[in-house]
T-cell receptor
Framework: LAKTTQPISMDSYEGQEVNITCSHNNIATNDYITWYQQFPSQGPRFIIQ???TKVTNEVASLFIPADRKSSTLSLPRVSLSDTAVYYC???????????FGTGTRLQVFP | DTGVSQDPRHKITKRGQNVTFRCDPI?????LYWYRQTLGQGPEFLTYFQNEAQLEKSRLLSDRFSAERPKGSFSTLEIQRTEQGDSAMYLC?????????????FGQGTRLTVV
C-alpha cells in the first residue's frame, strides 16, 4: 500500500478556495486516490475519488498530475461547515483495505 | 435509513468485562471493515471481510479481539477482558467492490469507555 503524506493542519477563511495536497510517491498502477472528510464524533465520509487528471463533483475537485505521485483536493469557497479532518487514501479498489493516515485538520474562520 | 448502522452508539464498561458491538452494513455491500479511532488520530484498521470471509486482521488486533460476519450480512466485534487502552471509537464501514473504484460508507461508530 502506498504511503501518503499530507499537511497536519490548514487554516482558511470563509469564501476562500482551499487546496490540500497529498504526496504518494510509491503509488502503484492499480491504485486509486480517494479523499474522505470526517467531523468530530462521526465516521468518515467519502468526498471524491480519481485515478488520473481531474475529477469534479458537487463537493470538490481532485487534481492528479501525470506522474500520479501527488494529488490535490480542492474545496471551492469553503464555509464554516467545512471545518473537518480530510484524509487522503491510496489503494487498489478490488484488493486493498482502506488505510488512513493522520489527515489534514482544516479550520475555517469567519 | 439505508446507511451503515452500528449498535450501541455508546458503551461504558468496567475493565475486565467483555463487550460486543454490532454493525449492519448497506445490504448489497460485500465488503465490511472495522476500525478503531482514538482522539486526534486517523481510523486505525482492525479487520475486514469480503462476504463472510475474514480476509485480514491487523497485527494490532490482539487475541482479545474477534470479529465475525455470519452469512455475509451483519458483523460483530467482540472484545474480551477489556482494558482501559481499549477505550476508543469503533467504526464500521461497508463497500461494494466495483470497477472504477470503491466508496466506503461509514457508520456513526460505537464509543467505548473502559473504566
Amino acid at each position: 500500500l502506498a504511503k501518503t503524506t499530507q499537511p497536519i493542519s490548514m487554516d482558511s477563511y470563509e469564501g476562500q478556495e482551499v487546496n490540500i495536497t497529498c504526496s504518494h510517491n510509491n503509488i502503484a498502477t492499480n491504485d486509486y486516490i480517494t479523499w474522505y472528510q470526517q467531523f468530530p464524533s462521526q465516521g468518515p465520509r467519502f468526498i471524491i475519488q480519481g485515478y488520473k487528471t481531474k475529477v469534479t463533483n458537487e463537493v470538490a475537485s481532485l487534481f492528479i498530475p501525470a506522474d500520479r505521485k501527488s494529488s490535490t483536493l480542492s474545496l471551492p469557497r469553503v464555509s464554516l461547515s467545512d471545518t473537518a479532518v480530510y484524509y487522503c487514501l491510496v489503494g487498489a479498489y478490488n484488493t486493498d483495505k482502506l488505510i488512513f493516515g493522520t489527515g489534514t485538520r482544516l479550520q475555517v474562520f469567519p | 435509513d439505508t446507511g451503515v448502522s452500528q449498535d450501541p452508539r455508546h458503551k461504558i464498561t468496567k475493565r475486565g468485562q467483555n463487550v460486543t458491538f454490532r454493525c449492519d452494513p448497506i445490504s448489497e455491500h460485500n465488503r465490511l471493515y472495522w476500525y478503531r479511532q482514538t482522539l486526534g488520530q486517523g481510523p486505525e484498521f482492525l479487520t475486514y471481510f469480503q462476504n463472510e470471509a475474514q480476509l485480514e486482521k491487523s497485527r494490532l488486533l490482539s487475541d482479545r479481539f474477534s470479529a465475525e460476519r455470519p452469512k455475509g450480512s451483519f458483523s460483530t466485534l467482540e472484545i474480551q477482558r477489556t482494558e482501559q487502552g481499549d477505550s476508543a471509537m469503533y467504526l464500521c464501514a461497508s463497500s461494494q467492490i466495483s470497477p472504477g473504484g470503491t466508496e466506503a460508507f461509514f457508520g456513526q461508530g460505537t464509543r467505548l469507555t473502559v473504566v
